[in-house]
T-cell receptor, first 109, second 112 residues
Framework: EDQVTQSPEALRLQEGESSSLNCSYT??????LFWYRQDPGKGPEFLFT???AGEEKEKERLKATLTKKESFLHITAPKPEDSATYLC??????????FGAGTTVTVRA | ETGVTQTPRHLVMGMTNKKSLKCEQH?????MYWYKQSAKKPLELMFV???????ENNSVPSRFSPECPNSSHLFLHLHTLQPEDSALYLC???????????FGPGTRLTVT
């Protein structure tokens, strides 16, 4: 069975304090790995798709990387508006999408 | 309207009621999805429709009944729900089954 584990569950950062979120996965053939951001009371917002080990994607202060067993979401010099829950999802070769429980990031000014 | 819209945004219903959730996507996508999101738990995929055909039913109880009349609209019909069905119900769409999904704002459902 496909499994996605995100750590830590919660992360409290000072503004400007860079950090990384982890998404480890086991899947029967990886088709793609997705990162989403979810604000309270809203649906998830798509951030990145990664397809193969070694791939990296960047958007503003966020950078996602992928290895054969895990993905990292690096937040560089975060701002309070980066506070959200970040979700990781993996899609197997059968197209099934499995989500992790998320990491809730709080950035204090 | 742009993106994926869902109505109603909030719904309170008794266990004997019948209600429906509506989802509409304005993105020209071919696949649509229903998810359940409960506190502290991963999103649970409920149903998948690809080109209006149901391609996945993730062992969802029959008190949840999906309907996809066309590739832009998706409904979730609810009847005789249980309190444990209270959750945020999210609709999503994607261009094809293996593309990134775009989510609506969700319907917060409370079953009393």
């Amino acid at each position: 069975e496909d499994q996605v584990t995100q750590s830590p569950e919660a992360l409290r950062l000072q503004e400007g304090e860079s950090s990384s979120l982890n998404c480890s996965y086991t899947v029967s053939g990886l088709r793609g790995l997705f990162w989403y951001r979810q604000d309270p009371g809203k649906g998830p917002e798509f951030l990145f798709t990664l397809y193969s080990a070694g791939e990296e994607k960047e958007k503003e202060r966020l950078k996602a990387t992928l290895t054969k067993k895990e993905s990292f979401l690096h937040i560089t010099a975060p701002k309070p508006e980066d506070s959200a829950t970040y979700l990781c999802a993996v899609q197997a070769n059968d197209y099934k999408l499995s989500f992790g429980a998320g990491t809730t990031v709080t950035v204090r000014a | 309207e742009t993106g994926v819209t869902q109505t109603p945004r909030h719904l309170v219903m008794g266990m004997t009621n019948k209600k429906s959730l509506k989802c509409e996507q304005h993105l020209g996508h071919n696949a649509m999805y229903w998810y359940k999101q409960s506190a502290k738990k991963p999103l649970e995929l409920m149903f998948v429709y690809n080109f209006k055909e149901q391609t996945e039913n993730n062992s969802v109880p029959s008190r949840f009944s999906p309907e996809c009349p066309n590739s832009s609209h998706l409904f979730l019909h609810l009847h005789t729900l249980q309190p444990e069905d209270s959750a945020l119900y999210l609709c999503a769409s994607s261009q094809e089954a293996d593309y990134e999904q775009y989510f609506g704002p969700g319907t917060r459902l409370t079953v009393t």
